[in-house]
């Protein structure tokens, strides 16, 4: 029995799957815990800043679909998606580059909707998928889920190095290839035209999808925009957008744009997840959206996120030690520091919590092992002055161990 008399459960007798009971839960989420202590200066999570969240237009946009939409707006809804959002999502893509319609568009329940839909479509136990080294450790939850085996590429500041790619699809066969091509999390490092062109050449030369994971590519605030992977690609590549990071998180709405005919296949599988997207959150979007009030609300975020990088930056360079490198992110809301390899950024974490200050370390964005001296910094949910008092605390600890 899985429970005994006095009701005591007894694990080992519940058959959970093996591969489930092997799962990790996020180090993320576990580090977030530590971090959200009070008195903790937290460069650990992926936190938009709270204080720009749009609650006035929410609360008018609220408003607005419950009069509009009325019960319609608390009834189940499609599978697919709002045909009003799709078809918004679908003007707005094609406004930036990629011709696209409705039929193009999911609708999901965030990003990492949209990596569990795509490793469910594509990965059967075994597979070889092809990522960044590191990668978003989201993607890395949900591909392990499907038992998925990596094979990882290099990045230098163009992004994925193309021969390295060259090498391995030939090698390994993979699935598809996993790229954050803007604004990496967790580098920050963004893929450059040049290579965006050679991957896609290549994809299309080996037969292999591109899924192209995009929360930031809306969040440039310095250097040149460039064309999205979807508009080189087109049909060779899948999009995963979302609104979490360029609205709300806490809304769970993102969208997916790929080729028509392979939709229906990610739609089968959603549909067997949770039916639909929550329906009032995607009329609030489509209401939010239509009214022209998303893309003021962008540039009000890059102006508060360029300001906290470059407050970031030079505190760093005026504090880090000069052994210690780091990436400078053109958008999103990440940056990359890499120790000296003889340190460990894990073991360093307590001694920098002992501190109130917290980061998240390197390696588990490294899906086969390794990036023990590397760590990322989020500085979209931090005070100026939390970014310059919590980079000198972390100096000290790295000048105190190197
Ligand atoms: C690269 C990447 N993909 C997906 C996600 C998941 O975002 P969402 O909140 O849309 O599920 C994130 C969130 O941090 C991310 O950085």
Redesign the pocket.
């Known amino acids: 029995m899985p429970v005994d008399q006095n009701n005591k459960v007894h694990t080992e007798m519940w058959n959970i799957a093996p591969h489930v009971v092997e799962l990790k839960s996020s180090i993320i989420r576990d580090i977030l815990k530590i971090s959200s202590q009070p008195g903790v200066i937290s460069f650990a999570g ?1 936190l938009p800043a709270p204080e720009l969240f749009p609650l006035d237009d929410m609360k008018w946009a609220m408003g607005k679909v419950i009069d509009t939409y009325g019960p319609a707006a608390l009834q189940y809804s499609i599978t697919r998606g709002l045909n009003e959002l799709r078809g918004l999502l679908a003007q707005r893509a094609t406004e930036r580059g990629t011709p696209s319609e409705a039929d193009n568009i999911q609708i999901i329940a ?4 949209g ?1 569990e839909l795509v490793a469910r479509a594509f990965i059967d136990p075994g597979d070889y998928v092809l990522t960044e080294l590191p990668t ?1 450790v ?2 890395i939850q949900a591909f392990d889920y499907y038992r998925a085996r990596y094979v990882t590429v290099e990045m230098d500041e163009e992004g994925m190095i193309i021969d390295q790619v060259r090498e391995k699809v030939e090698k390994y066969h993979p699935k598809f290839i996993y790229t ?1 091509s803007n604004f ?2 967790p580098t920050g490092i963004t893929m450059s035209l040049n290579r965006r062109h050679q991957l896609i050449e290549l994809a299309k030369n080996y037969h292999i999808p591109i899924i192209d ?1 995009n ?2 590519g809306d969040i440039r605030f310095s250097g040149d925009s460039l064309p999205t992977l979807k508009s080189i690609g087109g049909n060779e590549v899948v999009a ?1 957008r ?1 609104f ?2 360029i609205l709300a ?1 806490g809304l ?1 709405i ?1 969208w997916m744009n790929g080729p028509k005919d392979i939709m229906h296949h990610f739609e089968k599988v959603k549909q067997c997840t949770d039916l639909h997207t929550n329906t009032l959150c995607q009329y609030l979007i489509y209401e939010y959206v239509n009214a022209g009030k998303l893309e003021p609300h962008i540039e009000l975020l890059k102006k508060d996120y360029r300001a906290k990088r470059d407050v970031m930056l030079k505190t760093l360079k005026e504090t880090f030690p000069s052994e210690v490198n780091w990436t400078e992110p053109d958008g999103g809301l990440f940056l990359w520091v890499e120790l000296p390899t003889h340190m460990s950024a894990k073991d360093l974490l307590p001694k920098a919590i002992e501190k109130k200050v917290a980061y998240v370390y390197g390696s588990p964005f490294h899906p086969n092992g390794g990036g023990d001296n590397t760590f990322r910094l989020n500085y979209s949910n931090a005070t100026h002055e939390g970014i310059v008092e919590g980079i000198t605390r972390l100096a000290d600890l790295f000048k105190a161990n190197i």
């Open positions: 992926g965030g990003g990492q909707q990596l978003y989201g993607a954050v990496q999390n994971d929360p930031y995963l979302t979490s990071k998180p769970r993102g």
